[in-house]
T-cell receptor, first 113, second 114 residues
Framework: SQKIEQNSEALNIQEGKTATLTCNYTNYSPAYLQWYRQDPGRGPVFLLLIRENEKEKRKERLKVTFDTTLKQSLFHITASQPADSATYLCALPSSGGYQKVTFGTGTKLQVIP | GAGVSQSPSNKVTEKGKDVELRCDPISGHTALYWYRQSLGQGLEFLIYFQGNSAPDKSGLPSDRFSAERTGESVSTLTIQRTQQEDSAVYLC????????????FGPGTRLTVT
């Protein structure tokens, strides 16, 4: 069955460093992959989408890579700030649908001042 | 413009009662999704509406759960005979029909079944 894995352990990182979060998947051939941010008590907020034919996507301090051979996406936040502290979710299109996605369980990032 | 809105923001109900949760998507968004998120857990897909197509109900956990959508606007999620395990945050999201399919989420309804 399809499976999405994100590190369930919280990631603690010093302010100013680069945070790297991982999303691994199995039994998928996704046409794209999305990353969302979720703050406590709020709904997720879309950050980036990367398509299968794209190796890398950037947006301000964010960078996403997509390796369809390794079945992995890496999400980087450079020059991290305490305001970046949140849970980050990856999402892939569900089998049988292009628009409907399945979300990973997320990784909690804590940026320490 | 206005984002996705949900009501009520909090709902406390007694076990066995029925509840209705409402979602107002962003105007022009043809796709609407309902998810459930239990404390400390990921997002669990419940149901997906796309325009006038038949909804994808594959995520509904039991026949106590149902949802309706009026055209491409408001949606209502109904839970009948609520159980304590139904306690969770219920999130609604909407998106455009065309890519990149980013979903815009509402603030959620926190349901507590006592």
């Amino acid at each position: 069955s399809q499976k999405i894995e994100q590190n369930s352990e919280a990631l603690n990182i010093q302010e100013g460093k680069t945070a790297t979060l991982t999303c691994n998947y199995t039994n998928y051939s996704p046409a794209y992959l999305q990353w969302y941010r979720q703050d406590p008590g709020r709904g997720p907020v879309f950050l980036l989408l990367i398509r299968e034919n794209e190796k890398e996507k950037r947006k301000e301090r964010l960078k996403v890579t997509f390796d369809t051979t390794l079945k992995q996406s890496l999400f980087h936040i450079t020059a991290s700030q305490p305001a970046d502290s949140a849970t980050y979710l990856c999402a892939l299109p569900s089998s049988g649908g292009y628009q409907k996605v399945t979300f990973g369980t997320g990784t909690k990032l804590q940026v320490i001042p | 413009g206005a984002g996705v809105s949900q009501s009520p923001s909090n709902k406390v109900t007694e076990k066995g009662k029925d509840v209705e949760l409402r979602c107002d998507p962003i105007s022009g968004h043809t796709a609407l999704y309902w998810y459930r998120q239990s404390l400390g857990q990921g997002l669990e897909f419940l149901i997906y509406f796309q325009g006038n197509s038949a909804p994808d109900k594959s995520g509904l956990p039991s026949d106590r759960f149902s949802a309706e959508r009026t055209g491409e606007s408001v949606s209502t999620l109904t839970i009948q005979r609520t159980q304590q395990e139904d306690s969770a945050v219920y999130l609604c999201a909407s998106s455009f029909r065309q890519g990149p399919y980013e979903q815009y989420f509402g603030p959620g309804t926190r349901l507590t079944v006592t």
